[in-house]
């Protein structure tokens, strides 16, 4: 019974090393087939991963700087329109004139009336000719009392005369503000261009009644321009007001431009997770128009320049 017990025990352990040199040799068969994995793998793929993080691109469009409704001051009667749509302006052009014939002829009223001095110097000559007699009847004051009576009625008839020279001025002076007056009347029957500019509609006709700020035109600046995207939150604190960086025109044919930062807004859109950012883009020559198609490119600090 005992020799069996020896015999079954031996057998087992024979079984044991048999599963133990298989599993030895499928280990090492694993290990044999493997690809070696060197040490800068780990480090490349983190810096690639890291540069796709940085990058971003966004495509967006020109805008004007500026919209502006042109409105009329005062009621009238349209009775030009110098400027029509796409017409560009300057700062000071006539854009719609209403028709201003009352106002012409109160400038030319009032301009009369301010040139005409004759009043101011008749009443200087009686001042001069009062201030005289009082003068001369002050050195005969001391033949008697009739004398002194007379000077002061002279020299009362003189303060008279001053003041009615003083008024003659003040009147003068009154009606070179009548003069300015009517001119800004005559004025605002024009409505022109505040800033240089393009206009964009013109609803307005010729013969047509123009009430109080009714908008009689509209105009877009476009020097400058203005470019908005929107970058990511993770790119809070990359954009500065006063850096420059390149953009791409995309119409009517491909053309890099440098814009330049204006407006930083880091309050973070939580739907969307951007922020905006305004470029500025000048445009003195009009060769980059409203409204066309531009690729914003951002791939990391190295895309800006400046403070």
Not at 55 to 74: D, G, R, W
Not at 108 to 130: F, G, I, P, S, Y
Not at 210 to 239: C, K, N, S, W, Y
């Amino acid at each position: 019974m005992m020799r069996s017990g020896v015999m079954a025990a031996l057998v087992l352990a024979g079984l044991l090393v048999i599963v133990w040199a298989c599993f030895a040799a499928t280990a090492a068969a694993q290990a044999a087939a493997a690809p070696a994995v060197g040490p800068v793998a780990a480090p490349a793929k983190a810096a690639a991963t890291q540069a796709a993080a940085e990058a971003f691109t966004e495509e967006v469009f020109t805008q004007p700087s500026k919209t502006i409704e042109l409105a009329a001051a005062v009621g009238g009667i349209v009775r030009g329109v110098p400027a029509d749509e796409g017409t560009h302006v300057k700062a000071g052009d006539v854009v719609v004139a209403l028709d201003d014939s009352t106002e012409e002829i109160a400038v030319r009223a009032a301009k009369l009336e301010a040139e005409n001095d004759a009043e101011e110097q008749a009443a200087r000559v009686t001042m001069e000719q009062a201030q005289e007699e009082a003068r001369i009847t002050r050195q005969l004051a001391s033949e008697g009392v009739e004398a002194e009576l007379l000077y002061r009625q002279k020299q009362m008839a003189s303060e008279v005369a001053k003041f009615k020279y003083e008024v003659a001025k003040k009147d003068r002076q009154r009606a070179a503000l009548d003069t300015e007056a009517a001119r800004v009347a005559l004025e605002r029957k024009r409505i022109c261009a505040p800033v240089a500019g393009v206009i964009t509609r013109m609803p307005t006709e010729v013969g047509e009644a123009a009430e109080p700020l009714q908008t009689v035109a509209h105009m877009a600046v476009t020097d400058p321009l203005h470019i908005v995207f929107h970058p990511p939150a993770r790119m809070l604190g990359l954009f500065k007001p006063g850096q420059t960086m390149a953009v791409e025109i995309l119409e009517p044919k491909r053309e890099a431009v440098t814009a330049r930062v204006q407006v930083v807004n880091e309050v973070v859109d939580a739907a969307s997770n951007t922020f905006r950012v305004r470029l500025v883009v000048e445009n003195a020559d009009g060769r980059i128009r409203a409204g066309v198609r531009v690729r914003v490119t951002v791939a990391g600090p190295e895309s800006l320049k400046g403070p």
